[in-house]
C-alpha cells in the first residue's frame, strides 16, 4: 500500500506578470478605441445617395450634414435618417456604414396621387398623406383632380385625402385611367364617420364607389353594370347597385 503523494503546492502568479496582461488588454482596447475614432483609417471618406429624383443628391448630402473626415464609428444612422427625411419630398431614409470608409443614404421619396387646384393658379401634387410633393401649372394627365375647397397646405393628415387615396389604389387599371376628378364626403354612421368617395370619368360618368371595404366586389359589380348604357353607377353598398 502507497503512501498519499503529496499535495502540489498551488502555482503564483507573479504580480509583474499579471500587470503585464492587464496594461497589454488596455493597450489593445485603446488600440481599438483609436481605430475606430481617431485615426484616419476609418473615417467617411465617401457618401453615396440612391433613390432621388425630386431633390438632388446635394439636397440630400446637406440635409445629411456628415462631413468628410468623420470617424465612421461616430456617424448616428438614426440621426442621420431623421434629418434628411425633414426633406418635404422624402417619405423615408435609410442610412448604412460600408467599413472602412463609406455611407451609402438610400431615400423613399414621396409620390403624388392627386392634384388641388391653387386658388392663385396651378396645381399642388400630393401624396397619400397630404404632403404636398411639388407644385405644377398644368393639372398632370395621370392625376386626377382631388375636389375640395381646402388649398394643399391644409391637406396633411386629411381623412378624406386618406381614403380617397386607398380607393384609387384599389382600382383596376381600365378605370383609374378613366378618373378625371374624385370628391369624399363624410358619411355619419355607428362607429363615428365614414368616407365615401365619388368617382369623376373623362366620359362624364360618376361612379358612386364608398368607402375602401369590399374593393372587388364594387369592381366586379361594377363591370357588368357599366356594359349598360347609363352616366351614374352607385356600388357604394355591393349586391344593391344603382344605375340609371
Not at 397619400?128 to 375636389?147: E, Q
Not at 370619368?201 to 368607402?211: A, E, I, M, Q, S
Amino acid at each position: 500500500m502507497t503512501g498519499a503523494e503529496p499535495a502540489r503546492a498551488p502555482r503564483r502568479r507573479t504580480p509583474w506578470r499579471a500587470a503585464f496582461i492587464a496594461l497589454a488588454g488596455l493597450g489593445i482596447l485603446a488600440g481599438v478605441a483609436w481605430a475606430l475614432l481617431g485615426s484616419r483609417l476609418l473615417v467617411v471618406r465617401s457618401i453615396s445617395v440612391t433613390g432621388t429624383h425630386l431633390v438632388s443628391s446635394a439636397q440630400v448630402l446637406a440635409a445629411a450634414d456628415v462631413p468628410l473626415g468623420t470617424p465612421l464609428m461616430r456617424v448616428n444612422t438614426t440621426q442621420v435618417e431623421r434629418r434628411v427625411e425633414a426633406i418635404r419630398q422624402v417619405a423615408a431614409a435609410s442610412v448604412t456604414k460600408n467599413w472602412p470608409d463609406h455611407l451609402t443614404i438610400t431615400v423613399k421619396e414621396r409620390v403624388p396621387v392627386l392634384a388641388v387646384r391653387m386658388a392663385g393658379g396651378g396645381y399642388d401634387l400630393v401624396d397619400p398623406a397630404g404632403v404636398i410633393v411639388r407644385w405644377s401649372a398644368a393639372l398632370p394627365a395621370a392625376l386626377p383632380l382631388f375636389r375640395t375647397a381646402l388649398p394643399g397646405a391644409a391637406l396633411r393628415g386629411d381623412a378624406g385625402l386618406a381614403a380617397t387615396s386607398a380607393v384609387l389604389t384599389e382600382l383596376p387599371s381600365w378605370l383609374f385611367e378613366s378618373v378625371a376628378e374624385v370628391a369624399v364626403t363624410g358619411v355619419p354612421s355607428g362607429s363615428g364617420t365614414e368616407q365615401q368617395v365619388t368617382l369623376y370619368l373623362r366620359d362624364h360618368k360618376t361612379v358612386v364607389w364608398g368607402g375602401t371595404d369590399r374593393a372587388a366586389q364594387k369592381d366586379r359589380e361594377l363591370a357588368i353594370l357599366m356594359r349598360n348604357p347609363g352616366s351614374y353607377f352607385d356600388v357604394s353598398a355591393p349586391g344593391t347597385a344603382v344605375t340609371r
